[in-house]
């Protein structure tokens, strides 16, 4: 039978008290950067979060109006792809005529930005000139309507709303996914 010779193997695993721990202090060192770097990064989100830079916060409410103050719109310039918002237009005493609100929507506030429901039901809408003539009844002045969107597209969206011969009023959505 050959002998075969023994040799220690250098052992590096440090010991306590001659209990092995197998710790690696400069790995330890790296992880626990890598760990504080994470939850910066998961700060931040949560921050954008808040402020509303994902949407529905107070950085994602805008306010748009036509320059010679017959509407004025409400909406959230950044929404979430599939999640209900709401577009509010206000109309000033000179919007009204005859009793009625003549307002022009483009089709990206239809289609792309998934109008679902608008408040109060217009009286009539027409198609068209690539999008709807909606025709409110209106008592008088200052009148709202109300549009419920849910977008299901993401991207940059931009919509044209305008009361009819005045001003329009041009802005865009960002929605995410």
Excluded at 13 to 39: M, N, Y
Excluded at 103 to 122: D, H, K, W
Excluded at 151 to 162: C, L
Aim: aromatic content about 8%.
């Amino acid at each position: 039978m050959a002998e075969t010779s023994l040799t220690p193997v250098d052992d590096t695993v440090p010991k306590v008290d001659e209990l092995a721990v197998g710790e690696d202090l400069a790995f330890q060192h790296r992880w626990w950067r890598f760990e504080r770097a994470i939850w910066s990064v998961f700060l931040v989100i949560i921050l954008c979060d808040l402020v509303g830079l994902l949407g529905h916060g107070w950085l994602a409410d805008a306010k748009a109006s036509s320059s010679d103050g017959t509407l004025a719109i409400d909406y959230e310039r950044i929404e979430r792809g599939n999640s209900p918002s709401t577009m509010k237009l206000h109309f000033g005493p000179a919007a009204i005529h005859n009793g009625r609100v003549r307002v022009f929507v483009s089709n990206s506030v239809i289609r792309e930005l998934g109008a679902q429901r608008i408040s109060p039901q217009p009286a009539e809408s027409a198609i068209g000139a690539g999008g709807v003539t909606y025709q409110f009844p209106a008592t008088g002045g200052p009148a709202d309507v109300q549009f419920q969107l849910e977008p299901t597209e993401p991207g940059m969206h931009r919509f044209h709303i305008a009361v009819a011969d005045k001003p329009a009023v041009d802005a865009r959505i960002f929605v995410l996914p």
